[in-house]
């Protein structure tokens, strides 16, 4: 699955791990080709000498070359780069995730916006299970912070609203997450037994962010891959992914990591749709397609107001003519009014609800 550089625009390398410095693989992809881009950059922690517990054993922190950066320019040079290459490959439409720490998710966000992306929320990781302060000196880092942005202001990037309000258990999803660190079988180990990386994301993240913000298909770049949670989440969800990655020891635990992930069927890759994305059904249709008839009486659902049905599409009330919509509003003296679920008719002896017939076409055109 490792591949060396590109060295060719000409194809998009999907589901592969790419090796090299994520600026200049970024550089080579074809212009805005990827979907969604989710970025775990290196947080440049500053961190001076070793840390131990109060029982004085040692804290495998994150101490590693990447995360290293001679200043904060430095540090704010790299950001610059990596963000202008991850925008020349989104998608008119795309949008970026970005995760980070209070030692770098503020700089990456004033980047964010010097390059012209559009802010769309901050969201919060609180960690269940954060690890303590060991010298008590400050407050426990409990969390993470995750900016979600599109590539430009007014972009139609995806927000599968309904969805994450199911995975909150019909509650709209709020932007503080309370999901665990990535721990015990999740936790990946190399050939010594130790964390195969330092800084390795939960699924249930990568989860979250993928039903959210993308639909099967969609192409999702990680540009500091890892040992590959976007890759695998992105391949159990029926997206197609690339990552890039430039350690070698972490490419092998992806690679390893990968062969063992399947995707899941095509029925469970399904997610309830938002209102906003349904087909748009006029109600002139109903009346043209015989569903109702012009003179046909309408009743609102509080039973105090009626209405009849003209040829056009439209409703004739007492005093007021014009959409359901606003024939609706008028009668209740209401500014707005949802005619779909305001409006019902009779059938056999029962009422029913006009949305059941807006609701048969909409069927229709999906089979």
């Known amino acids: 699955m490792t591949m060396?550089?590109?060295?060719s625009a000409a194809a998009l390398p999907l589901n592969a791990i790419l090796d090299g410095d994520c600026i200049e693989v970024m550089n080579s992809l074809p212009e805005a080709s990827v979907d969604l881009i989710?970025?775990?950059?290196?947080?440049?922690l500053q961190l001076k000498g070793d840390l131990h517990r109060p029982d004085n054993s040692h804290v495998d922190a994150v101490d590693d070359e990447w995360d290293q950066f001679a200043s904060f320019a430095a540090y704010d040079k790299f950001t610059t780069e990596w963000l202008a290459a991850a925008r020349r490959l989104l998608k008119p439409n795309g949008a970026i995730w970005v995760i980070g720490s209070y030692h770098n998710i503020f700089r990456v966000g004033a980047a964010l916006q010097n390059q012209g992306y559009?802010?769309?929320?901050d969201v919060v990781w609180r960690?269940?299970?954060?690890?303590?302060?060991f010298r008590g000196k400050r407050f426990t880092n409990a969390h993470e912070t995750m900016i979600w942005a599109s590539r430009d202001e007014g972009a139609k990037y995806?927000?599968?609203?309904?969805?994450?309000?199911?995975?909150?258990e019909g509650v709209q999803m709020r932007s503080d997450w309370v999901l665990p660190l990535c721990t015990g079988h999740e936790r990946l180990k190399d050939e010594h037994g130790d964390k195969a990386h330092p800084t390795q994301k939960p699924e249930s993240l990568l989860h979250r962010v993928l039903v959210g913000s993308t639909n099967p298909g969609d192409v999702v770049l990680d540009p500091f891959f890892g040992t590959g949670t976007t890759g695998a989440v992105a391949k159990m969800l029926g997206r197609d992914?690339?990552?890039?990655?430039?350690?070698?020891?972490?490419?092998?635990?992806?690679?390893?990591?990968?062969?063992?992930?399947?995707?899941?069927?095509?029925?469970?890759?399904?997610?309830?749709?938002?209102k906003r994305a349904e087909p748009r059904v006029p109600f002139g249709q109903l009346v043209e397609r015989g569903m109702l008839r012009p003179g046909e009486e309408l009743f609102s659902m509080n039973k105090r107001h009626k209405a009849k049905v003209r040829a056009d599409g439209t409703l004739i009330g007492?005093?007021?003519?014009?959409?359901?919509?606003?024939?609706?509003?008028?009668?209740?003296?209401?500014?707005?009014?949802?005619?779909?679920?305001?409006?019902?008719f009779k059938r056999d002896g029962k009422t029913v609800p006009i949305d059941v017939l807006r609701q048969q076409i909409r069927a229709e055109m999906q089979n």
């Open 4 to 7: 060396t550089k590109v060295k």
């Open 38 to 44: 989710f970025a775990d950059p290196p947080y440049n």
């Open 118 to 121: 559009w802010i769309l929320n």
């Open 127 to 133: 960690k269940s299970n954060p690890m303590p302060n």
């Open 158 to 168: 995806t927000f599968n609203y309904e969805a994450l309000k199911s995975l909150n």
């Open 241 to 274: 992914f690339i990552g890039i990655e430039r350690e070698a020891k972490y490419r092998k635990v992806a690679e390893e990591r990968l062969k063992n992930v399947r995707k899941f069927d095509r029925e469970a890759l399904q997610v309830s749709a938002s």
């Open 318 to 344: 007492l005093d007021v003519k014009g959409s359901i919509h606003q024939v609706g509003a008028h009668l209740e003296g209401a500014p707005s009014c949802n005619g779909w679920t305001y409006w019902c």
